[in-house]
């Protein structure tokens, strides 16, 4: 079992940044590949990008790539997701997820992640 904890959501402004962080506890975060997700009212969880165990690949959607940049330190068993450039596009709930069967590859379908955060809230205004 591990559990995630996401926190640094908040209201913005458009082009403004945030920094999420996710913080693990109950195992070693480096056993685990770890992706971000988000979910807009009346919408499904959509992947937004992810990591792999060793930080060596990592991988984003498109609405996002160039604006968001996935890291971890393992040392701290936290994820980071740093977001520039917010729009009001952006606006989500935003869930940290660890998958604990992937090494190398970073997935994209939220059925791959076995463990959930509660999620943080993330507005952007224009």
């Known amino acids: 079992q591990v559990q995630l904890v996401e926190s640094g959501g908040g209201l913005v402004q458009a082009g403004d940044s945030l920094r999420l962080s996710c913080a693990a506890s109950?195992?070693?975060?480096?056993?685990?590949?770890m992706g971000w997700f988000r979910q807009a009212p009346g919408k499904e969880r959509e992947f937004v990008g992810g990591v792999s165990r060793t930080g060596t690949r990592t991988s984003y959607a498109d609405s996002v790539k160039g604006r968001f940049t996935i890291s971890r330190d393992n040392a701290k068993n936290t994820v980071y997701l740093q977001m520039n450039g917010l729009k009001p596009e952006d606006t989500a709930v935003y869930y940290c997820?660890?998958?604990?069967?992937?090494?190398?590859?970073?997935?994209?379908?939220?059925?791959?992640?076995?463990?959930w955060g509660q999620g943080t809230q993330v507005t952007v205004s224009s």
């Open positions: 997820a660890a998958d604990q069967d992937s090494t190398l590859v970073v997935y994209t379908t939220t059925v791959r992640y076995e463990y």
């Open positions: 109950g195992r070693t975060l480096s056993r685990f590949s």
